[in-house]
């Protein structure tokens, strides 16, 4: 078995995925992207980070006017060409030396290109209530409507681009239930496993 080079996250909203995942890459000594996509995506897209914070990970209206064209004459979502950017700077910075991504599809962008180890963090509606507020200042009667929003969000946008269904656990490598494990416990489980096979 080829050593593993690369950890993809994906999350459920709340459920401590970006926190498991910097935990994680401390311990192994591996760079970490997560918000730093967002901005090396602006930066080669030539556009600014808020546009890209709007429509990463997220499918908004293909009839909506975007300000750019693809390589082709035929005009793609703004969605569509982040991801093929976006997928562009993973592999790259995969290649260059090992490393977490958070989100992104990046299971699936990296699965021919490079041994990666995939992870779906996930956590019981009241541990991840108590990380929306307290985490994200969400008000407590906003908070079940956001967690069904963002990870719908996430879901479909999983599966636009891979074809694959986000919260399946048969499609990843180790789920992890942080809510039972604790951030410490579940960035431990993969650093020790990915210590054991690099």
């Known amino acids: 078995m080829a050593k593993i080079r690369a950890i993809a996250i994906e999350r459920q909203y709340c459920s401590g995925g970006r926190e498991i995942a910097k935990l994680t890459a401390e311990k192994l000594g591996f760079a970490c992207y997560d918000k730093e996509l967002m901005m090396l995506t602006a930066e080669k897209m030539k556009v600014e980070p808020e546009i890209i914070e709007k429509y990463e990970e997220t499918l908004l209206n293909p009839f909506l006017p975007m300000p750019f064209k693809g390589a082709s004459d035929k005009r793609k979502t703004m969605s569509e060409m982040i991801f093929e ?22 299971d699936y962008i990296l699965r021919n290109n490079v041994p990666t180890l995939s992870v779906f963090v996930y956590a019981p509606p009241e541990s991840r209530v108590a990380h929306a507020m307290e985490c994200h200042d969400i008000p407590y009667d906003d908070v079940s409507s956001t967690l069904r929003k963002m990870d719908k969000k996430r879901a479909e946008y999983y599966k636009l681009n891979t074809r694959k269904e986000w919260d399946s656990k048969i499609g990843y490598d180790i789920c992890l239930n942080s809510g039972r494990l604790g951030l410490d416990g579940a960035a431990n489980m993969i650093a020790n496993y990915v210590s054991s096979k690099f």
């Not at 950017?85 to 990046?106: H, Y």
């Open 85 to 106: 950017v976006q997928a562009e700077i993973i592999t790259k910075l995969a290649r260059q030396a090992p490393c977490i991504i958070v989100g992104r599809c990046a």
